[in-house]
């Protein structure tokens, strides 16, 4: 049965009393229910996964097939908690070292054989994900968890690759992860009220609140976000006006932290270009079509922070 409403019901929700600090517990392992949670993919959003379990007293196990993937993500990781514990007293106690040492970096899938949940953030594309969700259920423990946090495949199809859809669920957050405390929290046809409510609990223990919605490719937030940022792509491709200027019109007239294209740039420009054309076969609308400037800065290694220089330069 689907929820008549998205309203997570025993599972954190909006307004929830939030007990530990997304952006500085450092809580031991005994104090936490999920003491292991394996992540897959350590890219731009895998890491910041990995880095608030980490702060927040879980241990984990972080999955990557390309080693220097995870050695980014070690040394990513690394200098975001050296500097974290600059401003955060509860950390200065601790080396940041130690909390590194909660991680472990693999390109083992065997090695999640025994944790309870496991946060998928691998490349968005349909066939890569498949796979990944086809390893996950034969490798996994029959009662393990898979949250996916994807930002716009439906996590109904992604359960559907496994045999094991009730225990999926979507879980979108946001970068950074750290500095993001609510996360959109999907529930997919078959999710059930248990999957729910595990997934709630621990995005309490990591500091977070939910927003609950239900299942649509692009759920709310991609959905809305992608096309403001495609369109303002389009608006530049026209030479209606430059990247400064579309993303301070935004920023000084609507009150937004960040523009759509200083957003593109901090998400991945071939993440923006993938979710649009995930968007584009799901609904088969052309609102979707990838502007073919998005395309071209992709195919030219363009993509944005992760590669120092998008809309913006981050030299
Ligand atoms: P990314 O390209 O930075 O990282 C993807 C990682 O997945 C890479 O390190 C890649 O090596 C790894 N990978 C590919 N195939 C794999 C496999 N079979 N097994 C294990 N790892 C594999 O992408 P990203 O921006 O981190 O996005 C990852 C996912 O998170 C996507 O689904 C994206 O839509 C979603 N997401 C991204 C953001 C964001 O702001 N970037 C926010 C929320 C959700």
């Keep these: 049965m689907r929820s008549g409403d998205g309203v997570l019901r025993g599972a954190a929700s909006p307004g929830d009393d939030m007990s530990a600090s997304a952006t500085g ?41 390309a080693s220097d993937s995870l050695d980014r993500a070690r040394t ?43 946060i998928e953030n691998a490349t968005e594309s349909w066939p890569v994900k498949e796979a990944i969700y086809q390893t996950l259920d034969r490798i996994c423990r029959e009662d393990c968890i898979i949250a996916a946090n994807t930002s716009a495949i439906s996590v109904t199809r992604l359960a559907g690759a496994t045999r094991r859809p009730s225990r999926v669920i979507g879980v979108h957050f946001m970068n950074p992860v750290a500095q993001k405390m609510t996360v959109e929290v999907i529930r997919g046809w078959h999710s059930s009220d248990a999957t729910l409510e595990a997934a709630g609990r621990l995005l309490r223990e990591m500091g977070k609140r939910a927003i609950i919605v239900k299942d649509m490719p692009g759920f709310v937030s ?23 200027d579309v993303d301070r019109l935004f920023v000084e007239c609507f009150g937004h932290k960040m523009g759509p294209l200083a957003t ?22 052309s609102k979707y079509r990838p502007c073919p400037l998005l395309k071209q800065m992709v195919a030219a290694g363009v993509l944005g922070r992760k590669s120092r220089r998008g809309f913006f330069d981050y030299q």
């Design 264 to 285: 593109a740039d901090l998400i991945g420009l071939d993440t923006v270009l993938r979710s649009l054309e995930v968007l584009y076969e799901s609904y088969n609308d």
């Design 76 to 118: 990513e990781i690394a200098k975001n908690l050296k500097f974290a514990a600059l401003f955060d007293p509860a950390m200065r106690d601790m080396m940041h070292s130690q909390l590194v040492d909660r991680i472990e970096f693999t390109t083992q899938y065997e090695r999640l054989g025994l944790v309870d949940l496991v």
């Design 222 to 244: 991609s959905r809305v976000l992608m096309v403001t940022i495609n369109e303002a792509i389009f608006v530049v491709q026209d030479d209606v006006a430059g990247p400064a």
């Design 25 to 65: 517990s450092t809580a031991t392992s005994d104090a936490v229910t999920f003491s292991t949670v394996g992540v897959v993919g350590a890219g731009a959003i895998g890491c910041g996964v990995a880095e608030t379990l980490a702060r927040t007293g879980h241990r984990v196990v972080l999955i990557d097939i």
